[in-house]
């Protein structure tokens, strides 16, 4: 009797990575480089147990079938995109906001909207709704909104449900804890979810940084787009970058990570302190 070969004795071939890779990078703008192979070939397996297929290649001709690619692409980008994120990541931007963003910006606008641009599972828009709620109660007055969005429609949902673990939560300071975070009520699941009151100040949104035009109601005061771009390569993180800086207010400040530079790229942005930068003022028309 023949040998039917599985998933999980195959590698998925250099053809087949080759063909999703571009297939990513269309869709996407992610570069994915030939180390991230093996990465792809894990996540995959999983997803090929879930369709009962046997190989990386009958999964391959599936995806790039008319039915697949009406399907599975959305799946597809939530295996890929997936990326690890903390609260209270890179705290001296948050510091930076507290302190000197948010004073300025709320001279000229008593209504405020801060972005998170790849906000995966939602760590980055939480800490924000909650140093923004605190800056609230201490400056009667002041108003603001969040948007949330992701490419990933998984990490999204994680989001939208605001739950984490014990672990997870770590880095949030014991008064915030005590003020935004609903401790579980099994003591078997250390886990602990966001005050309804702390989720409905932040408008989760599916959104593809690739998108020509992103479509948002207002311009925003900052974005936070860090450890994104990292995924890019320089051309696409020049037109995102450039996309991105259009939708910010006068003024208004752009955070990226702290492994990503703008340097030497056309971008109407003056760098304030490392990894974050404030649009130029446009000169006057002649």
């Known amino acids: 009797m023949a040998h039917v070969h599985t998933a999980e004795e195959e590698e998925l071939s250099s053809r087949d990575f080759g063909r999703l890779r571009e297939l990513i990078y269309t869709e996407t703008g992610i570069c994915l480089s030939p180390e991230k192979k093996t990465m792809v070939e ?16 009958q999964y391959c001709d599936f995806v790039f079938g008319r039915e697949g690619m009406r399907e599975e692409l959305v799946f597809l ?56 709620s605190e800056y609230a109660e201490a400056h009667p007055g002041f108003r ?12 999204l949902e994680k989001a ?8 997870c939560v770590t880095p949030v300071p014991l008064t915030l ?16 979810r966001v005050t309804p009151e702390l989720r409905r100040l932040i408008d989760f949104r599916h959104l593809n940084l690739m998108e020509s035009d992103y479509m948002l109601a207002q311009k925003v005061d900052a974005i936070f787009c860090r450890n ?49 930068y404030r649009k130029a003022h446009a000169p006057p028309r002649t």
């Open 77 to 132: 980008i939530n295996v890929i995109t997936t990326n690890k994120t903390d609260f209270f990541r890179e705290p001296q931007h948050f510091e930076f906001l507290t302190r000197t963003a948010l004073p300025e910006l709320a001279v000229n606008s008593r209504s405020l909207v801060i972005w998170s641009a790849g906000c995966s599972s939602g760590e980055e828009p939480y800490t924000l709704a909650m140093l923004l």
């Open 228 to 276: 994104v771009l990292i995924y890019f390569d320089r051309a696409t993180q020049e037109n995102i970058l450039c996309k991105l800086v259009d939708n910010l207010t006068p003024s208004g400040y752009l955070f990226v990570g702290h492994s990503e530079t703008l340097h030497d790229m056309d971008l109407p942005v003056v760098p304030v302190a490392p990894a974050l």
């Open 144 to 155: 603001f909104r969040i948007l949330a969005s992701d490419i990933s429609t998984e990490v």
């Open 42 to 57: 894990v996540r995959l397996k999983r997803r090929l147990r879930t369709l009962n297929m046997a190989t990386y290649t």
């Open 177 to 192: 804890k005590r003020k935004y975070l609903l401790r579980s009520r099994d003591s078997q699941s250390p886990r602990v």
């Open 160 to 167: 939208e449900m605001g739950i984490y673990s014990s672990e």
